[in-house]
């Protein structure tokens, strides 16, 4: 059985894509730390362990990811972009690209936005507008 995230590159279960490749996805995290935050997947595996991934797809994962992050800190206002690999709730590597003010933008623990399907649309759009300029 596919992963959801699978399922969301595939187009199988909507997201809102913020940039996307032959080999690498970008979309909005729907519970976010902050406007912005953003998942980036590999497409053609289902490795739940970053570390385990094939170097070409890790160092290309990584590359996509730098220039998500860079379109990322032009749309959204921002002091930096914060990094993170967890990967505990979903068995699909996914780097976590969230956009930070403070350190403690950061805190997974904190409760999570709550946007409308517009502002998602928006953010996404803006994000995406800006990769396409990288």
């Known amino acids: 059985m596919p992963t959801i995230f699978t399922r969301i590159a595939s187009g199988e279960i909507p997201s809102y894509k913020v940039a996307e490749n032959e080999d690498y996805y970008a979309f909005l995290d729907i519970n976010p730390l902050a406007e912005g935050h953003t998942l980036v997947i590999p497409k ?17 994962l990584w590359s996509f990811a ?13 002091k ?29 623990r904190k409760k999570k ?6 502002k998602f649309r928006q953010i996404a759009q803006s994000i995406s507008t800006e990769y396409d300029k990288l």
């Open 44 to 60: 053609k595996t289902e490795q739940d362990y970053i570390f385990n991934l094939d170097e070409d797809t890790y160092s290309g």
């Open 66 to 78: 730098r220039k998500v992050a860079k379109a990322i800190e032009a749309a959204v206002p921002c």
């Open 80 to 108: 930096r972009v914060g990094v993170a690999v967890l990967g505990m709730e979903v068995p699909h590597t996914h780097i976590h690209l969230v956009p930070l003010n403070t350190e403690s933008d950061m805190d997974f």
């Open 113 to 118: 936005l709550e946007l409308t399907e517009e």
